[in-house]
């Protein structure tokens, strides 16, 4: 059974710092594209980065240059270091992967920007 589950999320002050964990298994984390997105209040669900098996990544235009994701595959866990946060960053952050026409996220962690 594929589980995924997120951490760090917390209030932060405009121009903070968070990192998010997210701990995987039941799957081959290794060989797995993982990806991380974001729900804020009202809106869909968006897209914010992904890491490849073999460590390249991408990003969103939105976050571009200030959040970096990474992975440790010895650790199955993936990480997404969010810098000078802005309040449309709220959001509840998802960590994801698919495999073979299936997706999977975990349920979330919510991370508010706000003074």
């Known amino acids: 059974e594929v589980q995924l589950v997120e951490s760090g999320g917390d209030l932060v002050q405009p121009g903070g710092s968070l990192r998010l964990s997210c701990a995987a298994s039941g799957f081959t984390f290794s060989r797995s594209v993982m990806r991380w997105a974001r729900q804020a209040p009202a809106k869909g669900l968006e897209w914010v980065s992904n890491i490849s098996s073999d460590g390249r990544t991408y990003y969103a235009d939105s976050v571009k240059g200030r959040f970096t994701i990474s992975r440790d595959n010895a650790k199955n866990m993936v990480y997404l270091q969010m810098n000078s946060l802005k309040s449309e960053d709220t959001a509840v952050y998802y960590c994801?992967?698919?495999?073979?026409?299936?997706?999977?996220r975990g349920q979330g962690t919510q991370v508010t920007v706000s003074s």
């Open positions: 994801a992967t698919s495999s073979g026409g299936s997706s999977w």
